[in-house]
């Protein structure tokens, strides 16, 4: 008999499964034993991609956990291109509803933070407007002004020291107490990680969005200080457009 593909891959992927009907040996005997080496040595490596992908989320969880824990997310979510770099593109979603991963609530934030970070470093270059482009702004249009971002930007949101949490693990240090809603942008060839205020991520969202300038502000509330924000966008050549 002749095995399909899809009998194949499921069976691959499944310890539980026999060998797909027609895996055999020179010999025509079922060729189970090698069938079973080469599918614990395709769950090892697509393991491996996981920890790789993800070796905060891993060293949260506990290599022993992370280990077991990939080992049901790759059945659920086998790979769809022999492209490995971007493998694990469902990780944040799939934490998200594991029932073992809820005891670190903050697991899922973690990994779209390092998914967000592999995005950003292999996003198209681009060029970064100038930082004098918005004081040549007429202050009367600014309110209506819009903001193209680069590729490689992306805004984590988070009631957690999301940040803090990243820094500690992987350069030590201690964590915040105050909610982190963490940037990931690209101002040079390795991407670059930054806490902002709830507030920052509040008007920073509206800009991604597509919201003028003065809309956004009005999710800073009375008094915001755009100085901050707008100088840190700046310093990590994360505006590419104004459009007015």
């Known amino acids: 008999m002749i095995t399909t593909q899809s009998d194949f891959r499921a069976a691959l992927l499944d310890p539980s499964s026999p060998a797909p009907d027609g895996v055999q040996n020179p010999d025509g005997v079922p060729a189970t034993k090698r069938f079973d080496v ?3 040595n395709v769950a090892v490596s697509l393991t491996d991609a996981l920890e790789t992908a993800f070796p905060v989320v891993n060293k949260l969880a506990g290599t022993d956990f992370f280990r077991a824990m990939a080992g049901v997310y790759l059945r659920a979510h086998p790979p769809t291109s022999p492209v490995m770099m971007f493998y694990g593109e469902d990780m944040p979603d799939f934490l998200a509803g594991f029932g073992p991963a809820q005891s670190v609530p903050y697991l899922q934030e973690m990994a779209r933070l390092e998914l967000a ?11 970064p407007i100038e930082p004098d482009a918005l004081a040549k702004i007429a202050p009367d249009t600014l309110p209506n002004v819009t903001f193209g971002f680069a590729p490689s930007v992306h805004l984590i949101a988070s009631n957690f020291p999301l940040h803090s949490i990243w820094w500690a693990n992987t350069h030590g240090g201690d964590i915040a107490k105050v909610a982190q809603p963490t940037l990931i942008t690209r101002p040079d060839f ?3 990680v930054d806490a ?9 969202a509206a800009l991604i969005n597509g919201d ?23 310093s990590r050549n994360a505006l590419i457009s104004i459009n007015t």
Not at 117 to 127: G, K, P, Q
Not at 196 to 204: D, G, S, Y
Not at 219 to 232: E, M, Q, R, T, V
């Open 38 to 40: 080469y599918r614990n």
């Open 190 to 192: 390795d991407p670059a």
């Open 117 to 127: 970070l592999r995005h950003s470093y292999h996003a198209a270059d681009v060029t």
């Open 196 to 204: 902002l205020t709830r507030k920052q991520a509040a008007v920073l």
């Open 212 to 234: 003028p300038l003065g809309k956004a502000l009005q999710n800073g509330g009375a008094g915001f200080d755009l100085g901050p924000l707008l100088g840190l966008l700046l």
